[in-house]
């Protein structure tokens, strides 16, 4: 610890026992540009990439894939008038912070789709595939981005939304104090052994695929604070747009227990009406396996 407080890589503070160390910030930069006009490839070449000299080449990748990709959603839909790009370096990781000043990311998906407020919004995000321009825009980079990084969040409006990587569960927390605009915060070791690939192959059904086709969808996400999943209702908000893919994973971490008529219309009526979507869930107890049986074997 003593070398890497005299390289300048490590800060330390107090004496003894009461020693503490921190990692230090080796560099800094804040650039802000206007939106109409501005390319992310060119922002990325100039004000971005400069910075990342000497990381891994997998990691360089990671960068510049989840970069150029949300500064293109600020472009194509925040409907903002500027763009303002934070990122810090420290001998461990890269932190970079996108921010812009525009109608918001959850408050346009739920105007779009007509969603019923802003956490539902979020929901849709996760499945991935979900865009509000189709005809220019696939709907996978927020999907990817968020899977790549260590730690990868967006805070927009009122709604708080955070994804780590190695953690079972995604969070939405409310915010006491809405933000204008969408801000997206993206945090990766500079050693990661991550790669691109790794994640596009991850979400692919299988080998002989080469499309976005299976994904993995948080089911406490449906959920409004301490309510129950209870209803064919929210079962029908969960299942939306799950037939754009092949394989379907519901993660119930979480999720103690689900009303029979939910599990009724996710594993009985929904599969018979689309066999080509096959719906497996996983992290589920005990009681929630027993309510998917029932449903299974059409005892709703």
Known sequence: MQGLVKEGLVSAKGNTRQRFYGLVTLTTKTVTAPLLGLEEDRFWRQEVAPLLAGVRENVFKIWQYGFTEMVNNAIDHSGGAHLTVTMETTAATTTLWIADNGVGIFRKIQAELGLEDERHAILELAKGK?????????????????????????????????????????????????????????????????????IFDKYT????????????????????????????????????????????????????????????????????????????????????????????????
Request: charged share 30%.
């Open 205 to 300: 059904a299988s080998p002989k695929d080469f499309g976005f086709n299976r994904t993995i969808v948080p089911v406490r996400l449906a959920k409004h604070g301490a309510e129950q999943l209870v209803s064919r209702s929210q079962a029908k908000r969960l299942l939306a747009r799950f037939e754009r893919f092949k394989v379907v994973i519901l993660d119930f971490a979480g999720i103690d227990e689900i009303g029979q008529a939910f599990a009724d219309e996710i594993f009985r009526v929904y599969s018979l009406q689309h066999p080509e979507v096959r719906i497996v869930p996983a992290n589920a107890g005990p009681e929630v396996k027993r309510s998917i049986r029932r449903a299974k074997i059409g005892n709703p």
């Open 130 to 198: 979900l865009t509000t321009d189709p005809k220019r825009h696939t709907g996978e980079g927020i999907f990817f981005t968020s899977r790549m990084f260590d730690d990868y969040r967006i805070l927009s409006g009122g709604v708080f939304f955070s994804h780590k990587t190695g953690e079972e569960e995604d969070w939405i927390l409310d915010h006491d104090r809405p933000r204008e605009g969408t801000t997206v915060f993206m945090s990766l070791r500079n050693r990661s052994d991550r790669t691109v690939k790794q």
